[in-house]
């Protein structure tokens, strides 16, 4: 007797690891390969849809690589001015309270343009969450220097790599947002390993329970690699994120609710 | 359903107003000659009374943003600033014009450009009618010339703002802003529990998700989107253009003025027809729409047209463009935070017109 697999054998609902979210589109991604915001998308696709919040939730997307959003995710969202979603956020949260609003945004648009906005949504203690994607880089303009770009970092405007003196330094917005009372929930995760993606996705669970509290901002920092504006492969993007991008910005949570061990 | 009378500042005039009107929401940031307007909100506890949210922002472009926010969801907000503010807030604007949301700006003019003065200008004329921020658009601009109007251009810019999806901007001065006058004030309404089919409230039920943008990466597509847009502008010349008329009927001469200037010229037209000159006076209420149609046939029937605004000339630009080269039309105006006298304006009218007959 010759064995056969039989896919009907294996097709079973006990079966299953992995699918898609139904939030997700049948939308092709603008990210490029390789790039960590796809994961991160679909992390917070597979969030809302499973802590039912698909009902409720606004979210606001950027002006950068993650400007078309909106259009990968079967949820309510409005898509605002580059660095202004916090302020947009806002907006919403104030008058529809009940709803769970959330911001993605990257580097440039979070920690350049839109500084004043983000200090100040979550010093106000906005009950909001934004997600923040740092690659170091300007992405979507074609690999530009970024307020978070490390030292020594070469990009389109700083070719010879970024010079602290002439060019300052990155910016840790993060770790600012930790020391304002405004935040409720403040950490920096990853997606570059399999472990790294069920950490952060564990982080932003947490981050969207804790809204309905209304206790505070939550900002989740999720370091990326770039391989377009890094001008690498994404094995290569990876391992020079290991090795340059985590010794700058160390994973982990900077604020975490009073008596609460978030340790992961 | 009895008006009430009292005597307020047309900035707290318009303030009060927006509560009774059942505003859902207001962002702002302090400038002069306007803050009364958030300070009145948050005096009366606008919350407490109607469940209108009051937020102090960061900035004028934080304020913009949450308007385009609360307007996303459908929500009447609203958002007031100066001159200098204004400009600070275009880039919303245009963005709102874009994602064609419902809102309401106030701009409490004064003298310009760069921080200017705090006294009363009507320079930011070519800002509020033009468009103002990047892109093909217009808002509609409302101008008031009393407290009264003040409190009432509150509802009608929210009526305007939603029937046509665009943000309503009123272009007010420091002088409406400052000064004191009766006001008839309506009952208070209730905020709108309803929702618009288009807003982002969370999808709810419904089959699709609702996207609030202004970005289209497909040329095709944003070129029909700006044809649209233009069509909605075409409605609106057609239907929203207001004006009052003040002695034009057997008028020679025609003042057209707005706001601050309007109230000047009227007594100007007293004065002018105390010593035999025939002058009446246009006054566009809608800057945007403007009343270019009624300006048009005036001229036909007047000897010369004069625009008086306190502005270097700017308005006078549409007004010659109304009148299509069939009277001779003039500009003065005073600047700097000066407001003209009733007189100084008859002297005007008196050289480049009546002298030289």
Same mark, same amino acid.
């Given at each position: 007797?010759?064995?056969?697999?039989?896919?009907?054998?294996?097709?079973?609902?006990?079966?299953?690891?992995?699918?898609?979210?139904?939030?997700?589109?049948?939308?092709?991604?603008?990210?490029?390969?390789?790039?960590?915001?796809?994961?991160?998308?679909?992390?917070?696709?597979?969030?809302?849809?499973?802590?039912?919040?698909?009902?409720?939730?606004?979210?606001?997307?950027?002006?950068?690589?993650?400007?078309?959003?909106?259009?990968?995710?079967?949820?309510?969202?409005?898509?605002?001015?580059?660095?202004?979603?916090?302020?947009?956020?806002?907006?919403?949260?104030?008058?529809?309270?009940?709803?769970?609003?959330?911001?993605?945004?990257?580097?440039?648009?979070?920690?350049?343009?839109?500084?004043?906005?983000?200090?100040?949504?979550?010093?106000?203690?906005?009950?909001?969450?934004?997600?923040?994607?740092?690659?170091?880089?300007?992405?979507?303009?074609?690999?530009?220097?970024?307020?978070?770009?490390?030292?020594?970092?070469?990009?389109?405007?700083?070719?010879?790599?970024?010079?602290?003196?002439?060019?300052?330094?990155?910016?840790?917005?993060?770790?600012?947002?930790?020391?304002?009372?405004?935040?409720?929930?403040?950490?920096?995760?990853?997606?570059?390993?399999?472990?790294?993606?069920?950490?952060?996705?564990?982080?932003?669970?947490?981050?969207?329970?804790?809204?309905?509290?209304?206790?505070?901002?939550?900002?989740?920092?999720?370091?990326?690699?770039?391989?377009?504006?890094?001008?690498?492969?994404?094995?290569?993007?990876?391992?020079?994120?290991?090795?340059?991008?985590?010794?700058?910005?160390?994973?982990?949570?900077?604020?975490?609710?009073?008596?609460?061990?978030?340790?992961? | 359903?009895?008006?009430?009378?009292?005597? +307020?500042?047309?900035?707290? @005039?318009?303030? %009060?107003? /927006?509560?009774?009107?059942? &505003?859902? #929401?207001?962002? *702002?940031?302090?400038?002069?000659?306007?803050?009364?307007?958030?300070?009145?909100?948050?005096?009366?506890?606008?919350?407490?009374?109607?469940? +209108?949210?009051?937020?102090? @922002?960061?900035? %004028?472009? /934080?304020?913009?943003?949450? &308007?385009? #926010?609360?307007? *996303?969801?459908?929500?009447?907000?609203?958002?007031?600033?100066?001159?200098?503010?204004?400009?600070?807030?275009?880039?919303?604007?245009?963005? +709102?014009?874009?994602?064609?949301?419902?809102?309401?700006?106030?701009?409490?003019?004064?003298?310009?450009?760069?921080? *200017?003065?705090?006294?009363?200008?009507?320079?930011?004329?070519?800002?509020?009618?033009?468009?103002?921020?990047?892109?093909?658009?217009?808002? +509609?601009?409302?101008?008031?010339?009393?407290?009264?109007?003040?409190?009432?251009?509150?509802?009608?810019?929210?009526?305007?703002?939603?029937?046509?999806?665009?943000?309503?901007?009123?272009?007010?001065?420091?002088?409406?802003?400052?000064?004191?006058?009766?006001?008839?004030?309506?009952?208070?309404?209730?905020?709108?529990?309803?929702?618009?089919?288009?807003?982002?409230?969370?999808?709810?039920?419904?089959?699709?998700?609702?996207?609030?943008?202004?970005?289209?990466?497909?040329?095709?597509?944003?070129?029909?989107?700006?044809?649209?847009?233009?069509?909605?502008?075409?409605?609106?010349?057609?239907?929203?253009?207001?004006?009052?008329?003040?002695?034009?009927?057997?008028?020679?001469?025609?003042?057209?003025?707005?706001?601050?200037?309007?109230?000047?010229?009227?007594?100007?037209?007293?004065?002018?027809?105390?010593?035999?000159?025939?002058?009446?006076?246009?006054?566009?209420?809608?800057?945007?729409?403007?009343?270019?149609?009624?300006?048009?046939?005036?001229?036909?029937?007047?000897?010369?047209?004069?625009?008086?605004?306190?502005?270097?000339?700017?308005?006078?630009?549409?007004?010659?463009?109304?009148?299509?080269?069939?009277?001779?039309?003039?500009?003065?105006?005073?600047?700097?935070?000066?407001?003209?006298?009733?007189?100084?304006?008859?002297?005007?009218?008196?050289?480049?017109?009546?002298?030289?007959?």
């Amino acid at each position: 007797m010759e064995e056969t697999c039989n896919m009907q054998e294996i097709v079973k609902p006990e079966n299953l690891v992995y699918k898609k979210s139904s939030l997700l589109l049948d939308k092709t991604f603008t990210y490029c390969p390789g790039c960590g915001h796809g994961t991160v998308t679909r992390i917070l696709a597979e969030l809302i849809e499973e802590l039912g919040l698909q009902k409720q939730t606004v979210g606001v997307s950027p002006v950068g690589c993650s400007v078309l959003l909106y259009a990968f995710m079967d949820i309510d969202f409005q898509q605002a001015a580059h660095g202004r979603a916090p302020a947009v956020a806002t907006g919403i949260k104030r008058l529809l309270p009940d709803r769970f609003v959330f911001t993605y945004q990257g580097d440039g648009d979070l920690a350049a343009i839109g500084t004043s906005e983000t200090i100040h949504a979550c010093n106000r203690g906005e009950n909001i969450l934004i997600i923040y994607i740092n690659n170091g880089i300007y992405g979507m303009t074609g690999g530009q220097m970024a307020p978070t770009t490390i030292p020594g970092m070469k990009s389109s405007t700083s070719p010879r790599g970024r010079n602290v003196q002439t060019m300052g330094y990155p910016l840790k917005i993060t770790d600012i947002a930790a020391t304002l009372p405004g935040t409720y929930y403040v950490t920096r995760q990853s997606v570059h390993t399999p472990a790294a993606v069920r950490k952060t996705k564990k982080a932003m669970r947490r981050a969207m329970e804790y809204q309905s509290l209304n206790r505070g901002l939550c900002f989740i920092e999720i370091v990326s690699n770039c391989p377009s504006g890094w001008k690498m492969t994404p094995v290569e993007s990876i391992k020079w994120m290991e090795e340059n991008m985590l010794p700058y910005y160390p994973l982990g949570d900077l604020k975490t609710p009073a008596g609460e061990n978030t340790n992961q | 359903m009895e008006r009430e009378l009292k005597l +307020m500042k047309g900035n707290e @005039a318009m303030a %009060e107003a /927006a509560i009774r009107a059942g &505003v859902d #929401g207001y962002f *702002g940031y302090p400038i002069t000659p306007q803050s009364e307007i958030m300070e009145y909100l948050m005096k009366t506890d606008s919350f407490s009374r109607s469940g +209108m949210v009051t937020l102090q @922002a960061e900035s %004028e472009i /934080a304020a913009i943003n949450m &308007v385009y #926010g609360g307007a *996303g969801c459908g929500k009447k907000v609203m958002t007031s600033s100066s001159s200098p503010g204004i400009s600070l807030k275009q880039e919303g604007i245009s963005y +709102m014009a874009g994602a064609e949301l419902p809102c309401l700006i106030v701009n409490v003019a004064r003298g310009g450009p760069g921080l *200017g003065t705090i006294q009363p200008a009507q320079a930011d004329y070519f800002q509020s009618v033009k468009g103002g921020g990047h892109g093909d658009y217009h808002l +509609m601009v409302l101008a008031p010339a009393s407290v009264q109007e003040m409190a009432d251009f509150v509802e009608l810019g929210f009526d305007l703002a939603f029937k046509y999806r665009n943000p309503v901007l009123v272009l007010s001065d420091g002088a409406i802003g400052q000064m004191m006058e009766k006001v008839y004030l309506n009952p208070q309404k209730p905020r709108s529990p309803e929702t618009e089919p288009w807003a982002t409230v969370g999808k709810g039920s419904r089959a699709k998700s609702n996207i609030i943008t202004s970005v289209d990466l497909d040329p095709d597509s944003q070129e029909r989107f700006n044809l649209k847009l233009v069509e909605k502008y075409d409605l609106i010349k057609q239907h929203e253009v207001r004006f009052e008329e003040y002695l034009c009927t057997d008028a020679d001469y025609l003042f057209v003025a707005y706001g601050t200037s309007a109230r000047i010229c009227k007594k100007s037209v007293q004065i002018a027809r105390s010593i035999g000159i025939k002058a009446g006076l246009l006054r566009p209420i809608t800057l945007f729409p403007f009343p270019s149609a009624k300006i048009n046939e005036l001229a036909g029937r007047v000897k010369g047209i004069l625009s008086v605004e306190m502005s270097a000339g700017q308005m006078v630009e549409d007004v010659a463009l109304a009148v299509n080269g069939q009277k001779p039309v003039k500009h003065f105006g005073r600047m700097g935070g000066i407001v003209a006298t009733p007189e100084e304006v008859v002297e005007k009218l008196k050289i480049f017109f009546t002298e030289q007959n």
